[in-house]
């Protein structure tokens, strides 16, 4: 009798294992992935703020407004107060990156303008900016980098020129030779009303003055 009774015990054991065992097959329990565990590093965003790692993949967070980059040629930045980015500007040219436009007294806007220029093989930095620049309203081109005055800001040496002075507008270029390109930083600034005076100090422009504040926080590798 004991055994008939052990013999059955086994049985419904079995026959609930089984069925568990087949239960399980067809309606599997899912489990929630783990959480990746990023690490603790920081990135310094221009404005001096800082972002952490985040999200799946553990990749740094974007900085936020003012701050802006360009993945596409290494470089982050402070965009100026009162500048906004100006999308529609960007068109087929290759080189422009970006544009920054600022309400003036005029209807056509302030701006700060980005370009990208690859140095070709066999030339050097100074030819990229050589055949890069041409003074308005003239049309004529630099014959040599003495036309060119070197300044320095944070570190990094800028060549610059004034591209034109007319009817109220001064428009200046800084050149930044890297290893494998140059960029090219420009600012059209409206009513200037003494565009003609030969004692301006052009670098004293209020608009050139936030060119010079955006190089400052300038984040480039090379």
């Known amino acids: ?45 221009p404005d001096g703020s800082a972002v952490g790692r985040s999200g799946p993949d553990c990749s740094f967070a974007p900085c936020k407004l003012p701050n802006a980059e360009d993945s596409a040629i290494s470089i982050a930045f402070v965009v100026p107060a009162g500048y906004v980015a100006n999308a529609d500007a960007i068109g087929a040219d290759e080189t422009l ?28 930095g100074d030819d990229v900016i050589l055949a890069n620049t041409m003074f308005e309203p003239s049309g004529m081109t630099p014959k040599s980098m003495k036309e060119f005055k070197p300044v320095i800001i944070n570190g990094k040496t800028y060549q610059t020129a004034v591209i034109e002075r007319f009817e109220g507008q001064v428009h200046s270029a800084y050149y930044l030779v890297r290893a494998k390109d140059v960029l090219k930083f420009e600012v059209l ?34």
């Open 189 to 222: 600034e409206k009513d200037v009303t003494e565009w003609m005076s030969p004692t301006l100090v052009v670098d004293q422009l209020p608009e050139h003055r936030a060119l010079q504040l955006l190089l400052s926080s300038l984040q480039s590798p090379e």
């Open 1 to 45: 009798m004991k055994q008939l009774i052990a013999l059955v015990v086994i049985l419904v054991v079995l026959g609930i294992g089984g069925f568990m065992y087949r239960n399980a097959l067809e309606h599997p329990v899912a489990i929630a992935p783990t959480e990746t565990a990023c690490t603790m590093e920081a990135k310094l965003c």
């Open 97 to 124: 990156r970006a544009v920054f436009d600022k309400s003036s007294k005029e209807q056509i806007p302030h701006s700060i303008i980005i370009r990208n220029y690859p140095i070709p093989e066999g030339k050097k």
